[in-house]
């Protein structure tokens, strides 16, 4: 029973993230954040000014990486805005908000949260290797808000663009899909649902 509680007590990082109820961060962004910074820690003294800095250089690179028909950037925190950074700032830096984690993560009584594992080298060189593909995302989906699911696709060094065209992969498509599913059939863009958006990006 002691070591079924001790086991109980380690949390991984994005399970965390998302516990803690932050204001526009579910899970897909939790993970997108877990991702990033890979340690509680590192989040909690995140400068979030110097990093929105680093997003729009890492943007404005691309763009001139694209008209020289270069391989992109990963852009940091795709898929996170200034007004989620906005919020995240806000919470975790408001003291009450601090006092109530220090005592989820007390070393004795508290969780151990566990850190994010550096991902594959092989799954980084495979996102930058030019590989991207382009989603466009319509209707409502169950499980995902739509903020997530653009975190998820664009965590994968994919892109997520508003209106669908020739250029575009795939469509995902969520109940109450309007105009663009009929483009994207008219265009034979393929069609895809949630869980297969899930399956691919698990599989890519």
Known sequence: LVQSIQRSRD???ARFIYALGIPGVGEEVAKVLARHFR???ALLEAEWSTLAADKEAVRKQNTA????GEPLLAVPLEGIGPELMESLQQFLHEPHNRGVIARLTDPEHGVRV???EAPPAATVSKSASGGAKTFVLTGTLSG???DEAKALIESKGHKVTSSVSAKTDY???GADAGSKLERARALGVEVIDEQQLKDLLDAS
Do not use: C, G, N
């Open 65 to 68: 990486l694209k008209r020289r």
């Open 171 to 173: 469509l995902v498509a």
């Open 39 to 41: 340690s509680f820690q």
């Open 11 to 13: 949390m991984p990082l």
């Open 144 to 146: 995902l808000t739509r």
């Open 114 to 116: 566990l850190p994010e």
